[in-house]
């Protein structure tokens, strides 16, 4: 891999040369191929399949590592829900909020696209909660609207703004995840484009960007909030840099969070007076060193007691819903209204993934590996003869993919048209979710 001579000079200097040249090895190499389970759709007889040898990512019980690359796209499983395809690092944020959250929260994921964070956070902050899932640029909006339906949880507020537009709102979090905009060191093994794309005014230009960000959201944060700042780059402009400058510009500090030393995450690289701290708790992964992309994680709290002291009480997405689509562009919020055509209701494909959804609203009928494949597809199904006509909810092993009308002779295929599947391959059954019975 031909790296910008810059980035070689500057990161070698931070890393060290036994550190930079693991990193130079990991980039000649594969990227581990890691996912996370999905605790609200699957039961205790559902688990990642042998043939894949998985493995449990430490930081997070519900990831884990597969020592080969499935066909996800062809994996029915998949496109219900059942598990996002996620890389190991940012699973860190798991273990972060885990160890912070303990009672019902408002979140925000301000930085959301497409959508990994966001449902690795929903999977561990308590029930009771509700999550602001954000996302600024529209088209991105639109596939993170899209993957979180797939997870199905009832409580995830799915919008389009940019963060000024939630500091206009005055809505305030007691956890903000700021996963800002990078110049993507940390990404180059999997995205080659990222290595063409990088330049010094690149980095320079993100780093003031990342200020931006935190400056419109600060106000946000609920007096002794917490705010996860991450990036996916190396350099300390990027990242120690913008913390110490959180800390310099608002009345804040950082939180230690504990890690096994197993699990190899670096700390900060800097001598500890160019941070301008000798207590600089932060959180690097570097490939070749960790099992994983490049992450940088910081975890600080808002100074001021927390107004709502005791959270012993549940924070309803009703309350906030009616507001909240006032002053911002809300794309969904748990499970869409069905709509009227002629004498029925047609339903929302939202609310055949929602966990929150009767289940027995409409006949189910499960289907085989080329027929689910063939729906996700968007083309003409066809159904048993002993189904009922009508609207139904067509599963795949039990768990939901869409509805379907069924005319007896066909069924008219319900699944969202920019959904579907493009390719016209079918490959063999991935077999990734094995059931126990």
Known sequence: MNLPKDFENYTRRLFGDTRYQLFLQSLEQEAPVSIRL???????????????????????????????RPNFTFDPMFHAGTYYVQEASSMFLAHVLRHLVKHPVTMLDLCAAPGGKSTCARAVIPEGSVLFSNEPLGKRAQILAENIQKFGHPDVVVTNNYPRDYKKTKLTFDVILADVPCSGEGMFRKDPKAVEEWNLRNVEHCARLQREIIADIWDNLTPGGILVFSTCTFNAHENEENIAWILNEYDARLIDIPVESDWEVTGSLLDPQATGTHDFPIYRFIPGISKGEGLFMAVIRKKGECERKDHRWAISAEDLIPYAKKKLKVLSCGAKDGVEKGNMIIPDHSSALSIATDKNMFPVVDVDYTTAVSYLRREAIVLPQDVVRGIVTLTYKGHAIGFAKNLGNRANNLYPHEWRIKSGHIPDEPNIIDISL
């Open 38 to 68: 999905n605790p609200f759709k699957l039961g205790a007889n559902e688990r990642v399949s042998a043939s894949y040898d998985p493995q449990q990512i430490p930081w997070c019980k519900e990831g884990f590592y597969l020592d080969k």
